[in-house]
């Protein structure tokens, strides 16, 4: 399995939620495309991709204040669907990642 499922429809939930303007979902949908494609070339280093996973979420949640001055937030809805599409992505490429235990590892800002 070399690409990623072509009918799974990312930040589906957060899309069909006239809350989140589409410009800014597009942003994360941006971010998990960028790490579908590291992910597509098979790494071999699972602290490189677990960095990679680190690195997209503290760029999604930097969008805060765009989502914020258009009237939106990027709440724990947002980011629990960014979590849930960054789990099937993991699972789609059987990557040997416990996704809760990356993320619990980190210091967060």
Wanted: with cysteine; hydrophobic share 40%; net charge negative.
């Amino acid at each position: 399995m070399d690409s990623f499922d072509d009918q799974y429809i990312l930040l589906e939930e957060l899309y069909e939620d006239s809350f989140y303007p589409d410009f800014l979902i597009d942003k994360i949908k941006y971010l998990l495309e960028d790490f579908i494609n590291y992910v597509e070339q098979k790494p071999n280093d699972m602290t490189e991709v677990e960095d990679k996973i680190y690195e997209l979420i503290q760029n999604a949640n930097n969008l805060q204040y765009e989502f914020l001055d258009n009237d939106s937030e990027y709440d724990n809805l947002a980011r629990e669907c960014l979590i849930r599409n960054l789990e099937y992505i993991i699972q789609w490429f059987h990557l040997p990642i416990d996704l809760e235990e990356v993320l619990a590892e980190r210091e967060w800002d």
